[in-house]
């Protein structure tokens, strides 16, 4: 886990960003790297977990990360909404990853709780689900990069317009239209019912 | 598709988007023209509209990562749940799917069947459920669904059959029959006395919402009726917490629903307010048919926050189907319903249903007061900070504890690391939320909440936010500071709201009139009162000069310059003043639970003014209504204000020397406040504080004592031992004991004391001057003279430190020193200190100010002593009077007053005139201080002096006697006096005759 002079580097490399889509790419990913770590063994630790009820959603691990790895005096609400746009990409590799591990059948065990065979309409999300998503979202990428790039932090990230916004540089009303879109779009290519 | 395509797209479909449904064809035709493909596409997304998947809805992913194995097929209807014949789908509820069923026996009707959806522990809820079916099928009401029957399937999941309600939800009822506001809250009515049906059978719904709510109809007549709500009891929480993780669609629709404390996950908070809140959201959305918060699309952590900390919409106003007003009254009642502490909700849905039959009976409702109202009580002017401007400084400190507050309510998991972050951010949460309702000067000083204050102050001077949070940032901690006392800190945060909001509005706006007043207050707390007055004429002329002027604003405006008269004793001109101010809330302003604590709190300030005029037995008759008045809107099981009122009462009772009536007084107060608060609380400490002051003033030493004490472990335990309500109690030992001459313990309970004050307000402090001062008392009333005069000077080169050389606490420090010197005979080196003194109050005070009486009778006896004998007879005269017409005819200060005049004439060698006021001196303090006071041996000794002057030494020397066996018992006297008593009574040393 994150010793605390971890927190200090990423906090200052946080600080020193002003575009998420920089040239310096050795800063990103550095940064990266250090948040796609830590997301995934908080991940792991909870569904290590035999009795874990399912209680974690996402991005309430992308906050906790944010909690533990950022100094939380030197944080601003900047540095803050870089932190969750980099997170929410991290995110969702990690979900991306195990929802494929789950297809292919690697995971279980301790998870599955009742046969799902008579799933019923209000389950939740399902592995497939989250795979369509991620090949949905990179479909959606080859035709409008930044309305992807907002549905992806929306999503994992749980940012709101605002933070979005401001991670991209665009004005909130730009994202609020791409995101509407996005919606509608996603949903469709989702099939939904 | 390729982006250029794309693009293009987007663009219309957004604008088509924005549309009015019926110009939409014509627009694409415009806008795609020949294009088909193009055409196509945007229409099928139109179409999803109405469809989008929950994954993608708030944008959310609910257990994406942990959810069960193999992805299964879509769902199929089964055909038989148990003895059920299954027959269609009549919805979906968060818990699963609600079928048409059909039931053969005992009786073939059709009823809906609920199969919950596995994840539940089932064995549980149907046992649990089997364990309670007799209470739940008693629930027989006729608006909410019965419930029939209960059982397992096979694989063990679990089923319940309820009474099949064909309707539609109660939001829908009122759109689509356009109901005007009246019909939809007696409707809500019908709902409310339902749900208090089952309160009072110990049930608690937990998941009211509109689906919930049907209405349907039966012979003629619409019955709402409320279904589920026996299974959310058997299911039990933990259904109600995997229910919240549901799908996201789910989730959010009944988030909008959930309380606070349920939104945050703590399960253990969710009681019959939660259902209480639902129920408002619900009549929120009944009238203005939208929700209060806006949650849609937000992701959850924020969907949360803002349940959590934003004030709902409001209310009046809203584009709605319903006719008809909607009054102050029924606004009231669903933002009681809607608090975000469930303390300051109704209780249960009893006490709902009678605001509501109350208002639609045109009654007025009943008004609780908010049980965190907290009334400063040196300042009249109550100043409350808005919640809503709290929640902001939340969201801005600490969103990021708050945050994790809330996921660590859901994740319920971690450990070590995530405990400790979770105790340090609900700390800081919870200091937070003293900060800004902490302001008593009792309260005790937290030193954390300070450091968090500071913090805050700075992070604010890093960068802004949007505007408007700016400004409510910088007041409600500029008012947290102002409630800590540290006025200089809060003054700079509110000036810069005042002039950020004078940018943005204009000098003349509203908004900036109240921030002028905010400003006033600060000033008042600090004693400024020329600033203050400056800052709350301005707040009163914007507030007057609107075109529509509020009545509400201006008459705050008024309490707060009538509580600056008030604070300069002006004592005509604020009467007037607050008199309009209650005028305005008699007549002009709407009642409502705030505005009648304000009018409560309009008319103790009229009676402290009436009182401070002598006009106390005025002041009483109004103290008295503020106590029905608070007894009768507030209940006393819910509300300190009784109490508070109970102590103003006996107060008044006690400044008219009529200790013996105030006791009962100040101990039903107490007993409401033990009662409420509880015996531990502050609020007990204060009670009993002032019981023991009671009982001290009425000399009855030894329960003042134990009063005294059990406040001060009260404060120790609840708030600190470095506090100002610890060190304060302790001063108020020392004074009990020094007023019993136990100079030891009560030097020991001052010095504790200046310690204290010495830690809690810095090394400098008027405060601590006072400490010092007290000190000085005591040190002297045991001879130790060279240590008090120390004592003494030190306080008043501390106060002349830090303040302005016209501050009236320096004519304290003055006074305390030329006092002690003239009583030591050294009259040349007092009087230029007293004559400072007297310059400072004469400038500042009213004539009537019981300071400025007791600085000028002093005045009079350095006179005295400078042998200018004529000058202090008149001023003495004239003190004399303002006491009397104050305290009536019996005061100890009125016998202080004689013994000096007696003293003076004796000096004058008018012995024949000297007599009679000094019999009158000693008769009073007899009567007033009992019979071994010291103050009764001096007058003794100085009836002795003046008979033996006579020749009168038959009278004389008993009197002399009666004196040194007083004395006897003191543990100083000084040695001049006690040699001139023994002279008169012909006594040695020893005592020999």
Redo the contacts between chains.
């Keep these: 886990?994150s010793a605390p002079a971890d927190r200090g580097t990423i906090s200052r490399l946080l600080r020193d960003i002003h575009s998420l889509d920089e040239v310096d790419t050795d800063r990103r990913n550095q940064l990266f790297s250090a948040v796609y770590d830590e997301l995934r063994a908080m991940?792991r630790q909870?569904?290590r977990?035999e009795?874990?009820?399912?209680?974690?959603?996402?991005?309430?691990?992308v906050?906790?990360t944010?909690?533990?790895l950022v100094e939380?005096d030197g944080?601003?609400?900047?540095s803050r909404a870089h932190f969750f746009g980099i997170a929410a990409r991290a995110m969702r590799q990690i979900?991306v990853d195990?929802?494929r591990e789950?297809?292919a059948g690697k995971?279980?065990g301790g998870?599955?709780?009742?046969?799902?065979?008579?799933?019923?309409?209000?389950?939740?999300?399902?592995?497939?689900?989250?795979l369509s998503?991620h090949g949905a979202l990179d479909k959606l990428a080859?035709?409008?990069a930044r309305?992807a790039r907002i549905?992806e932090m929306?999503?994992?990230g749980?940012?709101?317009g605002e933070e979005t916004a401001h991670v991209l540089r665009v004005s909130p009303r730009t994202v609020d239209?791409?995101?509407?879109?996005a919606?509608?779009?996603?949903?469709?290519e989702?099939g939904?019912? | 598709m390729n982006p250029e395509r794309f693009g293009r797209m987007k663009e219309i479909l957004l604008t088509a988007l924005a549309l009015p449904k019926e110009e939409r064809a014509a627009y694409l035709d415009r806008a795609c023209g020949e294009d088909a493909e193009l055409r196509r596409e945007v229409t099928e997304l139109l179409g999803q509209k109405d469809r989008t998947a929950g994954i993608v809805k708030t944008g959310a992913l609910e257990n994406a990562l942990g959810e069960a194995a193999s992805p299964g097929p879509r769902p199929r209807m089964p055909g038989q749940v148990g003895p059920y014949r299954i027959l269609g789908i009549l919805g979906e509820g968060g818990m699963g799917i609600v079928y048409r069923a059909e039931q053969q026996v005992p009786v073939h009707r059709e009823v809906a069947l609920k199969l919950v959806r596995t994840g539940i522990d089932s064995a549980g809820a149907v046992a649990r459920f089997e364990s309670e079916r007799q209470v739940l099928a008693i629930m027989d009401h006729p608006n909410i669904a019965r419930l029939f029957d209960a059982g397992s399937e096979d694989n063990g999941r679990p089923y319940f059959v309820m009474e099949l309600v064909r309707g539609v939800p109660i939001t829908e009822y009122c759109r689509a029959n356009r109901l005007e506001v009246r019909e939809r809250v007696r409707l809500h009515l019908e709902v409310c006395r339902a749900v208090r049906h089952a309160h009072r059978r110990g049930v608690i719904h937990r998941d009211l919402k509109p689906s919930n709510v049907l209405v349907t109809m039966a012979g003629g007549q619409s019955v709402p009726k409320v279904i589920d709500f026996s299974i959310a009891k058997a299911l039990g929480e933990p259904a109600l917490g995997t229910e919240f993780r549901t799908r996201t669609g789910q989730v959010v629709g009944t988030l909008e629903y959930m309380s606070p404390e349920q939104a945050a996950g703590r399960v253990d908070a969710v009681d019959t307010r939660s259902d209480v809140y639902a129920l408002g959201v619900v009549l929120y959305e009944m009238i203005a048919e939208r929700l209060p918060y806006d949650v849609a699309g937000q992701p959850l952590p924020e969907a949360v926050r803002r349940i959590a900390e934003e004030p709902p919409s409001p209310l009046r106003g809203a584009k709605t189907t319903a006719t008809g007003r909607v009054d102050a009254d029924l606004h009231t009642i669903v933002n009681k319903c809607l608090e975000k502490d469930p303390d300051r909700r109704y209780g249960s849905a009893a006490e709902l249903v009678e605001d509501l039959e109350r208002h639609l009976d045109s009654r007025p409702i009943l008004a609780r007061p908010p049980s965190t109202i907290y009334q400063l009580r040196k300042l009249v002017g109550r100043h409350r900070v808005a919640f809503g401007a709290a929640a902001l400084v939340f969201a801005f400190l600490a969103v990021f504890s708050v945050t994790l507050a809330v996921q660590l309510g859901i994740q319920r998991r971690e450990r070590a690391r995530a405990e400790a972050q979770a105790r340090k951010a609900e700390r800081v949460t919870e200091f937070l939320k003293e900060a800004f309702k902490a302001a008593r000067e009792d309260r005790g000083y937290d030193a954390t909440v300070k450091e968090t204050l500071d913090a805050a102050a700075e992070k604010l001077a890093k960068g802004e936010r949007d505007p408007e949070a700016d400004v409510a940032i910088r007041q409600a901690i500029g008012d947290a500071y102002m409630n800590f006392g540290e006025y200089d800190k809060a003054e700079w945060l509110l000036r810069e709201a005042l002039e950020m909001q004078e940018r943005r509005l204009g000098p003349a706006h509203p908004e900036v009139g109240t921030a002028h007043r905010s400003l006033a207050v600060n000033f008042l707390g600090a004693e400024k009162t020329e600033e203050a007055e400056r800052e709350a004429r301005r707040a009163l002329e914007i507030h007057e000069g609107q075109r529509a002027p509020d009545p509400r604003l201006v008459a705050l405006d008024l309490g707060v310059l009538g509580a600056i008269r008030l604070l300069k004793y002006d004592l005509d001109d604020a009467e007037p003043l607050i008199r309009r101010q209650i005028a305005l809330y008699e007549n002009e302003i709407r009642r409502s639970d705030q505005t009648i604590q304000e009018l409560a709190t309009a008319k103790e300030t009229l009676a402290e003014v009436l009182q401070n005029g002598g006009r106390v037995g005025e002041a009483e008759v109004i103290v008295r209504e503020v106590l029905e008045l608070r007894r009768r809107t507030g209940g006393t099981d819910r509300t300190t204000g009784v109490a508070m009122s109970l102590d103003n009462l006996a107060y008044i009772l006690t400044r008219q020397g009529k200790s013996v009536d105030a006791e009962p007084i100040f101990r039903e107060a107490l007993e409401i406040r033990r009662k409420i608060r509880g015996p531990g609380h502050p609020e007990t400490a204060i009670s009993l504080r002032n019981l023991g002051l009671c009982l001290r003033s009425l000399r009855r030493f030894a329960e003042a004592e134990g009063a005294l004490r059990e406040a001060a472990a009260i404060q120790l335990e609840a708030l600190g031992r470095e506090t100002p309500g610890y060190g304060s109690v302790l001063v108020e030992l020392g004074v009990l004991h020094a007023a019993q001459d136990h100079v030891p313990e009560a030097e020991r309970f001052t010095r504790e004391a200046l310690e204290i004050q010495r830690k809690v307000y810095g090394e400098e402090h008027t405060v601590v001057a006072g400490g010092l001062r007290s000190l000085g008392r005591i040190l002297e009333a045991g001879g130790r003279y060279d240590e008090a005069e120390a004592a003494f000077r030190s306080g008043l080169a501390m106060l002349e430190e830090i303040l302005a050389p016209d501050d009236v606490q320096i004519s304290y420090g003055l006074a305390s020193v030329a006092v002690f010197l003239a009583l030591r005979g050294r009259f040349e080196e007092a009087a230029p200190l007293q004559e400072r003194a007297v310059a400072i109050v004469e400038r500042k005070q009213d004539k009537d100010a019981p300071e400025r009486i007791a600085t000028l009778g002093w005045r009079a006896f350095i006179l005295d002593g400078l042998g200018r004998f004529a000058e202090a007879e008149a001023l003495r005269d004239d003190c004399l009077t303002r006491t009397r017409r104050i305290f009536g005819d019996e005061h100890p200060w009125i016998a202080s007053g004689l013994h000096a005049r007696a003293m003076a004439l004796r000096r004058q060698r008018r012995f024949d005139e000297a007599l009679p006021v000094a019999r009158e001196a000693v008769a009073m303090r007899r009567k007033l201080l009992g019979g071994d006071h010291k103050d009764l041996a001096a007058s003794l000794l100085e009836l002795a002096e003046i008979l033996a002057l006579r020749g009168d030494l038959g009278e004389a020397r008993p009197a002399a006697r009666e004196a040194l066996a007083i004395w006897k018992k003191a543990p100083f006297v000084d040695p001049p006096l006690l040699a001139r008593a023994r002279e008169i009574a012909g006594e040695g040393e020893n005592g020999e005759r």
């Design positions: 886990m991940a909870l569904m977990d009795k874990a009820g399912h209680t974690l959603q996402p991005t309430a691990l906050h906790e944010f909690i533990r939380q944080a601003t609400w900047e979900l195990h929802a789950k297809a995971r279980g998870l599955t709780r009742v046969s799902l065979s008579e799933a019923e309409g209000s389950e939740p999300p399902q592995a497939w689900e989250v998503l080859r035709q409008d309305m549905a929306r999503i994992f749980g940012l709101t239209g791409d995101w509407s879109v919606r509608l779009w996603l949903s469709r989702l939904a019912a």
